[in-house]
């Protein structure tokens, strides 16, 4: 469990730094958003622990918004690891009107289990905000950009657990991208948040989509329930097109 934690710490340290790196944003910019994290241990008759933490912040100075998320995943049984994620993205906005923005934006994601050693995608587009309210946020993204990933294959044991990983050759190629970012405020305290990012590429198509309901316990605090997927068109061989993650998580709003 500790080697995993560095490893999620060591790919998390390095997307802050890409991305804190591009923007070259000033060492007092106001950055604001929301951290969380969510953990269940159990013990006794059944043994497994599982966590997850994320960070989803950005800062805007002029007609320039500097956009980070990062997130780990880490679970295991009794006796092995099922379950360890690491993924950044980093996205810089220029302003071309009140509605219209130019972006760029980097993509980095390293899942020990879904049958790709890596994952990155550099890209760039147009973004326009549909809904741009106090109770209603809807924004959309259109893009081009290039994907490099190296497949492998697990295999695993009569138990589950992965007793070797067969890598393949990294490839690169062109993808267009597609993404919509939507936030709703139901109540004073409730508010439902929708992300779905589509690379569509010619070796595969892969789909992420993250849905969550925040309610307010305080002015910093909150209780978020989310629900994730992670689809890919062409997994590796042994591993499923479809993955799901179901959270609990404690919110910490930054400001």
Do not use: C
Not at 4 to 19: F, K, N
Not at 52 to 79: I, M, P, Q
Not at 192 to 214: C, M, P, R, W, Y
């Amino acid at each position: 469990m500790k080697l995993a934690v560095r490893s999620a710490v060591r790919h998390g340290a390095a997307a802050l730094a890409i991305g804190l790196g591009i923007a070259g944003a000033p060492a007092h910019a106001d950055w604001s958003g929301k951290g969380e994290g969510g953990l269940v241990m159990a013990r006794g008759n059944a043994d497994s622990t599982a966590f997850n933490a994320k960070l989803d912040v950005a800062e805007e100075s002029g007609g320039w918004k500097n956009s980070l998320y990062l997130a780990g995943l880490y679970s295991r049984n009794a006796a092995f690891a099922t379950a360890q994620r690491a993924e950044g993205r980093y996205e810089l906005d220029d302003k071309i009107s009140d509605r219209l923005y130019a972006f760029g934006a980097l993509r980095g994601e390293r899942d020990l289990f879904s049958g790709f050693d890596y994952q990155a995608t550099l890209s760039s587009g147009l973004g326009y905000k549909f809904i741009d309210s106090a109770t209603t946020k809807l924004a959309g993204t259109l893009g081009a950009g290039y994907r490099r990933l190296r497949p492998e294959q697990l295999i695993k044991d009569p138990s589950g657990q992965v007793i070797e990983r067969i890598k393949g050759d990294a490839t690169g190629s062109a993808v267009a991208t597609a993404g919509l970012n939507y936030e709703q405020l139901v109540t004073k305290t409730t508010k439902l948040i929708d992300k779905l990012l589509i690379e569509a590429g010619s070796s595969n198509t892969s789909v992420a989509n993250d849905f969550g309901v925040q309610v307010s316990m305080s002015d910093r605090l909150a209780l978020a329930f989310g629900y994730g997927i992670r689809y890919n068109t062409d997994p590796a061989p042994g591993t499923k097109r479809l993955d799901q993650l179901t959270t609990v998580n404690i919110v910490y709003t930054i400001k």
